[in-house]
């Protein structure tokens, strides 16, 4: 499946630039970085990089200020749509990457409208959330921009900081989030693009297969083995099966996936663990987990030295982040904290506590392993 990406604001680029490079998938992608920071958007070497805004910003961002990304998102669309046209050719689809709590990357719902109108492919969305390192308006710009951005998309995939991080601060993360955010969605790219008979296996998947999946409130998750000689004798859909149950657990964002109303799984390692069944012991466990009865399954035989099994699930009906995050703008907003709003406050001083004692412990670890 080939999509147009298009990269937004400081954290749309640097995800989007991941797919830009050279031999590291089967997808040729294609696409162009637009940001408000013009010293930002210098940083990527990108061929197709444009500033927007500069008669209000003077290449300087917005800001964190939404309703000033929303007026150069509207002044500059038709602008952006000349410049897509121009890298335009074979998509499947386009996928749109900003964060969610940004002046500029908050602004994407005003681009997607006008995208909308002019092209019959779907368009994707994928969104940082705010986490727990961000500023009060990160939060509000959230619970602004979020319900028009799902109104306008086809598909929405959002992206949980505060999930994919380990116990390191979230500014030291970035390229382990960001690099694990193009591995999880390439995965599902590359399905439907085979280039040798010997790619093929039983269950074969086509681009065709995402769309039609692919509505709503989405996430992805991978579950993932390392394949070794003692693997041989194991009970291999069972191993799949494993796989599956961890993969809805390791998504972009937490949801219960239990509410999906649709999902797709992709089975990929070396053809000998996969025979004749494939995909089907993770697809019928899905079917059996999910509230929809919209599951579809292939299986993507390779020369890996490990066994992953990728799951999208689509038409989500409950996240319990996405419904306390979005409260939590709201109450900032008004100037009501409530009593989730006081809560994530605390547990915001309480993780980074938990950080800065977790880097005290490493520093004495290293301490005593150099002496």
Not at 169 to 175: A, D, V
Not at 313 to 339: M, N, P, T
């Amino acid at each position: 499946m080939k999509p147009l990406i298009i990269g937004i604001g400081g954290a749309g680029c640097r995800i989007a630039s991941l797919f830009f490079r050279k031999g590291v998938s089967k997808v040729d992608y294609v696409g162009i970085l637009l940001d408000t920071d013009r010293a930002h958007l210098e940083y990527h070497e990108h061929k197709h990089r444009l500033v927007i805004g500069e008669s209000i910003v003077d290449g300087n961002g917005t800001g964190k200020n939404l309703e000033l990304g929303r007026k150069i998102m509207a002044d500059e669309a038709i602008r952006i749509i000349e410049h897509i046209d121009l890298v335009r050719d074979n998509i499947d689809c386009l996928l749109v990457i900003s964060s969610l709590g940004g002046g500029t990357g908050g602004a994407v719902d005003v681009l997607i409208h006008e995208m909308k109108k002019n092209y019959m492919e779907p368009v994707y969305y994928v969104g940082i959330l705010p986490g727990g390192d961000d500023i009060s308006r990160t939060f509000v710009n959230f619970s602004k921009s979020f319900k028009p951005i799902v109104a306008e998309s086809d598909a929405v995939i959002p992206v949980d900081n505060d999930t994919l991080r380990d116990s390191m601060k979230l500014r030291g993360q970035f390229n382990y989030i960001n690099g694990t955010v193009f591995w999880y969605l390439n995965n599902i790219f590359e399905v439907g693009e085979y280039r040798a008979p010997e790619e093929l296996g039983s269950n074969v998947l086509t681009a065709s297969d995402i769309i039609n999946t692919f509505k709503g409130i989405s996430t992805i998750g991978i579950g993932k083995r390392k394949i070794d000689i003692e693997d041989e004798n194991l009970d291999k859909p069972e191993m799949v099966v494993s796989l599956t149950e961890k993969s809805v657990k390791n998504t972009l964002t937490p949801v219960d996936f239990r509410s999906s109303n649709s999902a797709l799984v992709v089975v990929s390692g070396p053809k000998r663990y996969l025979d004749f069944l494939g995909s089907i012991p993770s697809r019928l466990w899905v079917e059996k987990n999910i509230a929809g009865v919209e599951v579809r399954g292939g299986d993507l035989p390779g020369n890996k030295d490990s066994l992953e099994v990728t799951v999208l699930l689509s038409g989500i009906r409950k996240s319990e982040k996405l419904k306390y995050l979005y409260k939590l703008g709201e109450s900032i907003e008004s100037g009501k904290l409530d009593a989730s709003g006081k809560v994530y406050e605390k547990m915001k001083v309480l993780l980074a506590k938990i950080d800065e004692l977790k880097t005290i412990s490493s520093d004495i670890v290293e301490d005593i392993g150099s002496r």
